[in-house]
């Protein structure tokens, strides 16, 4: 056993951190379960992780982000050692690459341009300097290294920015909402004629083309599905504790009765904002 001082230093920060994923990880005395992990088997926890972060935050629940803050840092140590242990890289390359590419994408504050500029035009210059990193990486094609694991809106949201800024995009909300109407037929009368597979894909233009709507409101649509997933969720406990007032469950109501709890839980929320 070797010494434990850095491991059992309460202040020991990321270098104690490190530390316990390594020994983690030793082939001879670390823990079987840890040893037997790579990227691939990994990569969902990661998601799972980040999920976590954003809900703590949507709840403000801000006495749980720190931790839910030190599980996600944790996959990104996880990984890192795996790549060390591969001779791929270090986590302290990991922080230089991040730390290099803060500073190379924000001149105007630690370089030499001008700060004195719109929200608006720093992501203009943002974009523009992430165009420049893609064509530096050879990514040819508008739509190269959006990330094929990312949700299924945020990465619909992504290819249209993409598109949109070598200029295939509507030139307005009208258009977007004119072929929201055409999908919407399209999938109605699909339901009496299609296969499954093909409902299935018609119902998929339509999500795409909601996306687009939302993007051109200046909407994320994954944040706002968030939230009204939230909402739902609030909303509908509210209908069964009405309900578990009056000795019932929801299998011993029916829509009606439910519907009206929930008109009233809608309203009670209205009244207290």
């Known amino acids: 056993m070797g010494d434990d001082s850095l491991i059992q230093n309460p202040n020991g920060g990321i270098p104690r951190l490190l530390e316990i994923m390594r020994r983690l990880r030793d082939p001879e005395t670390g823990c079987p379960w840890d040893i037997e992990q790579d990227f691939s088997s990994i990569a969902p926890y990661t998601i799972e992780e980040a999920y976590e972060v954003a809900d703590a935050i949507e709840r403000e629940a801000w006495d749980e982000l720190k931790g839910e803050l030190g599980d996600l840092l944790f996959q990104s140590v996880f990984h890192a050692q795996m790549a060390q242990e591969r001779g791929l890289f270090?986590?302290?390359?990991?922080?230089?690459?991040?730390?290099?590419?803060?500073?190379?994408?924000?001149?105007?504050?630690?370089?030499?341009?001008?700060?004195?500029?719109?929200?608006?035009?720093?992501?203009?210059?943002?974009?523009?300097?992430?165009?420049?990193?893609?064509?530096?990486?050879?990514?040819?094609?508008?739509?190269?290294?959006?990330?094929?694991?990312?949700?299924?809106?945020?990465?619909?949201?992504?290819?249209?920015?993409?598109?949109?800024?070598?200029?295939?995009?509507?030139?307005?909300?009208?258009?977007?909402?004119?072929?929201?109407?055409?999908?919407?037929?399209?999938?109605?009368?699909?339901?009496?004629?299609?296969?499954?597979?093909?409902?299935?894909?018609?119902?998929?233009?339509?999500?795409?083309?909601?996306?687009?709507?939302?993007?051109?409101?200046?909407?994320?649509?994954?944040?706002?599905?968030?939230?009204?997933?939230?909402?739902?969720?609030?909303?509908?406990?509210?209908?069964?504790?009405?309900?578990?007032?009056l000795g019932k469950t929801p299998e011993e109501s029916d829509l009606q009765e439910m519907d009206a709890f929930w008109d009233q839980a809608k309203l009670e929320e209205k009244q207290t904002k």
Do not use: C, Y
């Open 90 to 245: 270090s986590f302290d390359e990991v922080a230089d690459t991040m730390s290099d590419k803060m500073v190379a994408r924000h001149p105007h504050v630690f370089g030499e341009e001008n700060r004195d500029k719109s929200a608006e035009q720093q992501t203009r210059d943002w974009e523009t300097i992430k165009a420049a990193e893609r064509a530096g990486k050879a990514q040819k094609g508008a739509l190269d290294g959006v990330a094929v694991g990312l949700p299924a809106l945020l990465r619909a949201q992504k290819l249209q920015k993409r598109a949109a800024r070598v200029g295939f995009d509507w030139p307005d909300t009208s258009h977007v909402i004119d072929k929201i109407v055409e999908e919407a037929r399209e999938l109605n009368e699909a339901r009496d004629t299609l296969s499954q597979a093909e409902i299935e894909e018609e119902f998929g233009d339509l999500l795409f083309v909601m996306v687009n709507l939302g993007r051109h409101l200046g909407i994320e649509s994954e944040t706002a599905l968030r939230a009204t997933n939230a909402k739902f969720t609030r909303r509908f406990e509210a209908v069964e504790a009405k309900l578990a007032a």
